[in-house]
């Protein structure tokens, strides 16, 4: 084995993951549309199973919903809810092509819509923040959109050496570099260098590095990082939403053209604007988003607790 993997890898404790990824290696060479059946079947039975039991994921995604589309009657929430869960282990079992069976060609399967506004602005050289969200098509569009440009991809450590070698190894048959969210040097030596750097800014990292701005009318915990990284190199910003259509078993992704005065110099102005970018893309497919997470996990001083 190489240098670089840690003897943890093969402690006991991840032995059932092992044996988990040799499912997921069989998985990800079934046809695609065996896959998305198997994720509906599963997303259903999950979904089902979640309300037997009281699980806290569904008691989470219950909640976000409730807060986000109040508009809805209670069977429009809990059809989503459902959507969501079926969507979200399509997105699990998907992940298994591109970092288990890269040999597999998506290419033809995946449109880009906008990319030449990446394009134009990763020429400018001054490095390019390209946001995104948690849509459970993360990872399925990267073959796709690494085709058309080069880039890297920023990721949350795993405290689980198992998962982080696989998550790490898998990104970088597509990304230049793979780099930690916390690894400011590195972004910002990314960032002088030209590069592109993609990342997700919809999950609450606390209070201490975020601004309270709404998020479908509801004051939420948004990372300040976008406007600090921009302003370092005066890099472009583009948002990038990406979905699936199950019924074709193909991917989009979509990007904007660079934001106009972004950053402004109002931390919580340019907040509000990306979260209203984000709910945006949200509402052309709710069901693809990540209601899971704890999103509102952060209140203002002196509000109620959401979870």
Same mark, same amino acid.
């Given at each position: 084995?190489?240098?670089?993997?840690?003897?943890?890898?093969?402690?006991? !404790?991840?032995?059932?993951?092992?044996?988990?990824?040799?499912?997921?290696?069989?998985?990800?060479?079934?046809?695609? +549309?065996?896959?998305?059946?198997?994720?509906?079947?599963?997303?259903?039975?999950?979904?089902?199973?979640?309300?037997?039991?009281?699980?806290?994921?569904?008691?989470?995604?219950?909640?976000?919903?409730?807060?986000?589309?109040?508009?809805?009657?209670?069977?429009?929430?809990? /059809?989503?809810?459902?959507?969501?869960?079926?969507?979200?282990?399509?997105?699990?079992?998907?992940?298994?092509?591109?970092?288990?069976?890269?040999?597999?060609?998506? !290419?033809?399967?995946?449109?880009?819509?906008?990319? /030449?506004?990446?394009?134009?602005?990763?020429?400018?050289?001054?490095?390019?923040?390209?946001?995104?969200?948690?849509?459970? +098509?993360?990872?399925?569009?990267?073959?796709?959109?690494?085709?058309?440009?080069?880039?890297?991809?920023?990721? !949350?450590?795993?405290?689980?050496?198992?998962?982080?070698?696989?998550?790490?190894?898998?990104?970088?048959?597509?990304?230049?570099?793979?780099? /930690?969210? &916390?690894?400011?040097?590195? +972004?910002?030596?990314?960032?002088?260098?030209?590069?592109?750097?993609?990342?997700?800014?919809?999950?609450?990292?606390?209070?201490?590095?975020?601004?309270?701005?709404?998020?479908?009318?509801?004051?939420?915990?948004?990372?300040?990082?976008?406007?600090?990284?921009?302003?370092?190199?005066?890099?472009?910003?583009?948002?990038?939403?990406?979905?699936?259509?199950?019924?074709?078993? +193909?991917?989009?992704?979509?990007?904007?053209?660079?934001?106009?005065?972004?950053?402004?110099?109002?931390?919580?102005?340019?907040?509000?604007?990306?979260?209203?970018?984000? /709910?945006?893309?949200?509402?052309?497919?709710? &069901?693809?988003?990540?209601?899971?997470?704890? !999103?509102?996990?952060?209140?203002?001083?002196?509000?109620?607790?959401?979870?």
């Amino acid at each position: 084995m190489p240098k670089q993997h840690s003897p943890s890898l093969f402690a006991p !404790r991840g032995w059932p993951l092992w044996c988990l990824l040799g499912v997921a290696w069989l998985i990800g060479r079934l046809p695609i +549309t065996w896959i998305i059946a198997i994720g509906k079947l599963l997303g259903r039975s999950l979904y089902w199973l979640s309300g037997l039991t009281g699980a806290s994921r569904r008691q989470i995604t219950d909640t976000n919903i409730e807060l986000c589309f109040p508009e809805l009657t209670a069977s429009a929430r809990a /059809e989503l809810a459902r959507d969501s869960f079926i969507h979200t282990v399509i997105g699990a079992l998907e992940i298994t092509q591109p970092w288990l069976n890269p040999g597999r060609n998506l !290419r033809d399967r995946i449109t880009l819509h906008g990319v /030449e506004h990446l394009q134009r602005a990763a020429a400018q050289g001054r490095g390019v923040l390209l946001v995104g969200g948690h849509f459970s +098509t993360l990872d399925i569009v990267a073959q796709g959109v690494t085709a058309a440009v080069d880039l890297d991809v920023m990721y !949350r450590r795993n405290r689980n050496p198992v998962w982080e070698w696989l998550q790490v190894r898998s990104r970088k048959r597509y990304f230049d570099g793979v780099i /930690e969210r &916390e690894d400011t040097r590195q +972004t910002l030596q990314r960032l002088k260098a030209g590069r592109i750097i993609w990342y997700a800014a919809d999950q609450d990292y606390g209070a201490k590095h975020s601004v309270f701005a709404p998020f479908f009318g509801i004051e939420t915990a948004t990372i300040n990082a976008t406007v600090r990284l921009a302003a370092f190199n005066q890099s472009p910003v583009i948002f990038m939403s990406n979905f699936r259509d199950p019924d074709t078993c +193909t991917w989009s992704a979509h990007f904007t053209p660079v934001l106009e005065n972004y950053p402004s110099g109002d931390d919580l102005a340019d907040a509000t604007r990306m979260n209203a970018i984000i /709910e945006s893309a949200v509402r052309e497919h709710p &069901e693809q988003y990540l209601w899971m997470h704890r !999103r509102f996990k952060t209140r203002p001083p002196g509000a109620q607790k959401i979870y």
